[in-house]
């Protein structure tokens, strides 16, 4: 058996050696280099580009700006595109870090030097700055939003009268939430290689969606999606940065096919922070009403994210608001707040990241204010249905992941004062956990051959989650043969067409269809055999009856039937599963932090996961999963901002060195992660959901609570850093 098994990773040995083959490490005979130059100011017009002395240095081929560049066939709006704008199309500047040229020179170093020499003149006119984080401030900047195709849920929704019943509530929490914007810093930094046959044209990209860049790119060049090929053999890390083709994609396809060679563009660190998304800087505030027991009345949510002045992209928020608790009432809206800024995008836990971090850090106010345990308020208000539609759960273990995190972590044995070890306070904290189910249509085909290995093929991309483990390992465990037997074909638009690998989606989806196109392989063994495919396993590289004792080797069936291949093929259809039910993920997450006041130091001393999430094909690369997503909330709640400067309108710090982000040093090796036995076949067959996200969510919130425990001070702007400890 191969679903289950906590399998290591077949793609260890080849990323920890260099052996794998990302984007940027690809070339081609002919190649042009790209280098991109971005604008200093954050609004007004370019008024003159003079690229004469670029075009001087020694190996310049090429300088595009919006002069020469020819315009789009057609107007773009809204995904695949990372923005309804592309650059080099017009004199307008909308942020700072905008394109406004383009460099191809026969080496980097040549592109990078001609850069610099590219001279720019600019007309500055009154740029839109981001409000300040003020309630009263944020609330007038914010504005409703326009629907220019990147929000992707219901901005506001409403369910009985939430004011009244939040009025006349005996108690009442109302607070303020804020985060600031936060980039995804990647390893791999995007890159692009476009070369033109013709009118065929080929992409290696690092990319969360291949078909999504195809379809994008054919649109843009008015040509057949068949005519465009997308190849990703590696993405280094993606987190929703490279889930929608960003401007740096769309030029390098531009610019190869005008000059007539391979054009690569391999952005800098400093460009990752230029023009691509981020986690916008989001403002909410919560409202909970609840009886003197803590049953909830109410719940309202009114936030406000920031976003560009082209497009309004609206963060998710109020998801969590809308799917935790049982409420009578609910009131939750979203707004914009429009500046010139780069376009923001989905980051890691969209939506129900930040909206568990004001909902759970809310609960945890409301718990103190009525002398409630934390644990006890969440399971006196537990949802059995989904709160906002009524509708029953595909399945839903939570409250068995806050009894086993509980008993794990030592929670009802916990110091119910903070305790003192040397100069550190010790407080502890807890949160709920949730995320969507994102589910997306795939196929994928699997060849058998005589001797027992296989193929399985299918168009999904790798970007370090584990994929090229799991999915061998789903057909080895239909196939009955050993995952070494088996090989992985993927990150190609020329296989079976497969979904995005964004929203927790590549089990459910892909996965379904590998073990489809694994169970049809499986049953035509079985007629070739003169089986009743119905009544058949596989084990050991034979096939026979469900508990008889004969059995026939692969070759056998296959040499006998004189078939050297077998082919079978399957899909995942969300539409015909699950109808009628609402899918989630959940999990309950429990901290212990150490404060030092004197020197406004906060440290991760322990941490207990545990979680709802349907079938795990592979413990192993769902507990480092998880494991990343408590970092990863870690580094939201403790360290991490991408810090703007109003008076120049952009990032201050554009490179890694200004910017703090979780390092094996800041992390503890005492975290645990626990997984309830469940199996959600209404989600997908394959059993299982998602768990990319899931762990990322609750934790900023749980840290929150337990520096609140610890010391008393209820911080409610992330993330906490030393001078909010100190003050």
């Known amino acids: 058996m191969s679903i289950g098994e906590p399998l290591p990773r077949i793609d260890g040995p080849i990323k920890v050696t260099g052996a794998a083959r990302y984007t940027a490490d690809v070339h081609v005979t002919n190649m042009l280099y790209g280098v991109l130059v971005t604008a200093s100011i954050p609004a007004g017009k370019v008024t003159g580009i003079d690229k004469s002395n670029a075009l001087a240095e020694a190996g310049v081929v090429r300088v595009f700006t919006h002069e020469d560049m020819p315009r789009a066939r057609s107007p773009i709006a809204g995904p695949p595109f990372a923005h309804s704008f592309l650059p080099l199309q017009d004199d307008q500047i909308r942020h700072e870090g905008q394109v406004i040229a383009l460099v191809l020179a026969e080496t980097l170093e040549a592109a990078e030097a ?395 989806g892909v996965g379904a269809a590998v073990l489809a196109a694994a169970q049809d392989v499986r049953d035509k063994l079985a007629r070739l055999a003169n089986l009743p495919p119905a009544g058949v396993s596989m084990a050991e590289g034979r096939i026979g009856r469900t508990g008889a004792a004969e059995s026939f080797s692969i070759a056998e069936v296959m040499e006998r039937a004189g078939e050297p291949e077998i082919v079978g093929t399957g899909s995942f259809d969300p539409s015909k599963h699950g109808a009628g039910y609402s899918m989630r993920t959940f999990g309950a997450i429990f901290v212990e932090v150490g404060v030092d006041l004197e020197l406004g130091l906060l440290r991760l001393r322990r941490a207990v996961g545990s979680y709802s999430v349907g079938r795990v094909v592979n413990p192993r690369t769902a507990h480092a999963q998880l494991l990343g997503g408590i970092v990863w909330g870690w580094g939201m709640a403790a360290m991490e901002q991408s810090a703007f400067e109003p008076t120049l309108g952009r990032f201050l710090s554009k490179n890694l060195a200004g910017v703090a982000i979780p390092v094996n040093a800041d992390i503890p090796s005492d975290i645990s992660i626990h997984f309830v036995d469940e199996v959600d076949d209404k989600a997908s067959p394959i059993g299982g959901k998602g768990v990319g996200e899931l762990g990322a969510t609750g934790v900023a919130a749980a840290i929150a609570n337990a520096v609140f425990h610890a010391t008393g001070k209820r911080i409610r702007a992330l993330p906490i850093t030393p001078e909010k400890l100190i003050a």
């Open 114 to 508: 001609g850069a610099r020499k590219v001279r720019v003149r600019c007309a500055p006119t009154l740029a839109k700055i981001p409000a300040t984080l003020a309630w009263p401030e944020i609330d007038r900047a914010a504005e409703p939003p326009r629907n220019t195709g990147y929000f992707f849920l219901e901005t506001d929704f409403s369910k009985g009268n939430a004011g009244q019943n939040l009025a006349s509530a005996p108690r009442h929490i109302a607070a303020v939430y804020s985060q600031p914007s936060r980039h995804h810093n990647p390893m791999e930094p995007s890159a692009v290689l476009a070369l033109w046959d013709g009118d065929a044209l080929t992409v290696y990209d690092s990319t969360q969606h291949v078909f999504a860049v195809q379809q994008g790119l054919a649109a843009l060049f008015g040509i057949p999606p068949a005519s465009v090929r997308v190849i990703s053999q590696h993405t280094g890390g993606a987190f929703g940065l490279k889930g929608l083709i960003g401007s740096h994609e769309a030029l390098a396809a531009q610019a190869a096919r005008i000059a007539g060679r391979p054009v690569r563009i391999a952005l800098s660190r400093a460009n990752m922070y230029s023009f691509l998304g981020y986690q916008p800087r989001i403002v909410q505030k919560m409202g909970l009403g609840a009886d003197e027991k803590g049953i909830l009345a109410a719940v309202t949510h009114d936030v406000v994210n920031l976003t560009t002045v082209t497009d309004d992209y609206i963060e998710a928020t109020t998801e969590a608001s809308k799917a935790l608790y049982a409420t009578p009432t609910m009131w939750l809206r979203h707004r914009a707040e429009r500046a010139n800024v780069a376009m923001p995008t989905a980051m890691r836990a969209p939506g129900e990241g930040p909206g568990m971090w004001a909902l759970e850090s809310a609960m945890d106010e409301l718990a103190f204010d009525l002398g409630m345990d934390p644990l006890d308020l969440r399971l006196a208000n537990y949802a059995e249905t989904d709160p906002a539609t009524g509708a029953p759960w595909s399945s839903k273990k939570l409250r068995e992941a806050y009894e086993d995190g509980a008993r794990l972590f030592g929670w009802r044995d916990r110091p119910r004062s903070p305790r003192r070890d040397g100069d550190w306070i010790v407080g502890q904290g807890m949160a709920s956990c949730l995320m969507g189910t994102f589910r997306f249509p795939s196929r994928a085909q699997v060849r058998l051959h005589c001797d027992g290995t296989a193929i399985v093929e299918t168009g999904t991309q790798d970007i370090g989650t584990g994929v090229l483990t799991i999915f061998p390992q789903i057909a080895a465990d239909v196939l009955g043969v050993s995952v070494s037997m088996i090989e992985f074909k993927m990150g190609d638009t020329t296989l079976p067409e497969a979904g995005p690998t964004y929203g927790s989606s590549s089990t459910m």
